[in-house]
Nanobody, 121 residues
């Protein structure tokens, strides 16, 4: 099993910054992809950004130039630096990782419990 623990959410004023973290632990063999999704009230969950083990990234157009993803492969941790936050960034942010656990050939995706980000004055 793999556990994901997220932290760093909170309330921030428009134009402010937050940094989210997500640490993966458990019976991890390898992690290929790590990323962040978000879900606002009444809306579907959407991709924010993913980063692959080679370092390539895919950002949603709405966050390009404002958000930056990074990962620490030794700590199995992914970070999301969010700058110039807007009210429309308000959502529950979920960490997602894809990879293998020790002794299993099955590729699986795992989700964190979510951390709330609220952008409001």
């Amino acid at each position: 099993q793999v556990q994901l623990v997220e932290s760093g959410g909170g309330l921030v004023q428009p134009g402010g910054s937050l940094r989210l973290s997500c640490a993966a632990s458990g019976n991890i063999s390898s992690i290929n992809i790590m990323g962040w999704y978000r879900q606002a009230p009444g809306k579907q969950r959407e991709l924010v950004v993913v980063i692959r083990d080679g370092g390539s990234t895919d950002y949603a157009d709405s966050v390009k130039g404002r958000f930056t993803i990074s990962r620490d492969n030794v700590k199995n941790t992914v970070y999301l630096q969010m700058n110039s936050l807007k009210p429309e960034d308000t959502a529950l942010y979920y960490c997602n990782v894809g990879g293998y656990t020790t002794g299993s050939a099955r590729y699986r995706y795992y989700w964190g419990q979510g951390t709330q980000v609220t952008v409001s004055s």
